[in-house]
């Protein structure tokens, strides 16, 4: 495992942005094993669920409710993966995760999560 310290949430209006970060740090053992990163959020007594994930050769996956709204990319040299984040609606309002695995279906890395609120 490696570890993640996400940052970038906050409260914003509806249709407004946000951008989170999120640094992987370890061994180089630890992160020359990660091959995807991505976000998922988490809303009050909702399931966890995915909302982006992106491999380091730069394929991407969103959530249906998030497409043409987010943006998810990656800085291989900086083990760092951001979610941009456009249009946002009050339903967006979660604790959003960071994770990193060696798959983007094998997520086995968690970051502590960061607060998005969206206000009507």
């Known amino acids: 495992q490696v570890q993640l310290v996400e940052s970038g949430g906050g409260l914003v209006q509806a249709g407004g942005s946000l951008r989170l970060s999120c640094a992987a740090s370890g061994s180089i053992f630890r992160l020359i094993s990660i091959n995807a990163m991505g976000w998922y959020r988490q809303a009050p007594g909702k399931q966890r669920e995915l909302v982006a994930s992106?491999?380091?050769?730069?394929?991407?996956n969103y959530a249906d409710s998030v497409k043409g709204r987010f943006t998810i990319s990656i800085d291989n040299a900086k083990n760092t993966v951001y979610l941009q984040m456009n249009s946002l609606k009050p339903e967006d309002t979660a604790v959003y995760y960071c994770a990193a695995g060696k798959q983007s279906n094998s997520f086995d890395s968690w970051g502590q999560g960061t607060q998005v609120t969206v206000s009507s």
């Open positions: 992106i491999t380091r050769v730069y394929s991407t």
